[in-house]
């Protein structure tokens, strides 16, 4: 089982930075065999691929419009997964979630497996 927890979501102007962390409990296999992906979903939308890095944290493939913007980074000695977001604007509004996969180069939801309950980040003029 494993069990994630998004946090550093909050209220931030456009134009600012944030930082989102996932923590990632396992009870079977180790962090470290799971390639992570981060998803949003905005009021009113279906969930959106943001992007994800390998188990090794070497490579990372990304929403092509959120290229340069985002970037995903991890830590395997401390089971976390990280989200640097930069250039916030009023799109980038929804919630953040992680998830696990055991797999590489997807962006659909359905190949990821464990989720987290999402950290809300506004983005306010």
């Known amino acids: 089982q494993v069990h994630l927890v998004e946090s550093g979501g909050g209220l931030v102007q456009i134009g600012d930075s944030l930082r989102l962390s996932c923590s990632c409990t396992?009870?079977?296999?180790?962090?470290?065999?799971?390639?992570m992906g981060w998803f949003r979903q905005a009021p009113g939308h279906e969930r959106e691929f943001v992007g994800a890095i390998s188990r090794n944290g070497r490579s990372t493939y990304y929403q092509d419009s959120l290229e340069g913007r985002f970037t995903i980074s991890r830590d395997n000695a401390k089971n976390t997964v990280y989200l640097q977001m930069n250039s916030l604007n009023a799109e980038d509004t929804a919630i953040y979630f992680c998830?696990?996969?055991?797999?590489?180069?997807?962006?659909?939801?359905?190949?990821?497996?464990?989720w987290g309950q999402g950290t809300q980040v506004t983005v306010s003029s």
């Open positions: 998830a696990t996969t055991t797999g590489w180069g997807s962006d659909q939801p359905l190949d990821f497996g464990f």
């Open positions: 396992s009870s079977g296999r180790p962090f470290s065999d799971y390639a």
